[in-house]
């Protein structure tokens, strides 16, 4: 038997039975449900990631439910379904696309030659814009969400600055920059403010992000696979100390630790 997103949105709502319903997902709110939606976003990441496709498949379901999850709240409270989330989200991809769209409606057909890519990413931020004045959004920043991962909101603010012409043109500027970030973040360390290093380190971290953009490299990304090698490399540390009669890291010497690390980084880790 194949199940259908009809089956799934019954499963919700019989879920959500005030009499037998489970009495965890009666509990839920809009916002109690939102750690689980990022952490199983954060899922289907690592498992695109890792080109795992069953996992894949098993992680797009469980966001799936998500959405279905908060359809089934609004529903309850009469705020709307998710057949108003489905009809929302067609709208705007038809209003978005009109170089596939040309009319506005499924059934309309381009002629054959697709527009380049830069006249497409061009009408795609125009349009946006369009919605975002008819919100009444009188500044770029205004709908970039503040929930959004640190690194990701700040490339996000950065390129809408960048759409205005607020922006470096050479990459070397960017670069100078961010040096020019970290000499201040040295004078703050030597000042010994605590607000003030606080302040000059997030700088750095935002000057970083920006050389990253220039570099069409996304910083979440790169930032992830950072974090995969320096567990790779440290997890072989570990396994060095092990060797060596050492149970544990903590008590070795830096000098022997560092030895270990540059180990490491020769085996290519």
Known sequence: MSYTIADLQYLMSRLRDPETGCPWDLKQTFSSVVPHTLEEVYELVDAIEQGDSEQIRQELGDVLFQVIFYSQLATEAADFSFADVVNDIVEKLLRRHPHVFPDGQLTSVRNADAPADAAINARWEEIKQQEREQKSQLSAMDDVPQALPALTRAAKLQKRASQEGFDWTELRDVVAALRAEIDELDAAIALADPA????????????????ARHLKLDAEAVTRGACRKFERRYRFVEQRCRETGHIAVKGQENSQLELFWQEAKATGL
């Open 196 to 211: 003030d290093i606080a302040d000059e380190m997030g700088d750095v971290l935002f000057s970083a992000i920006n050389v």
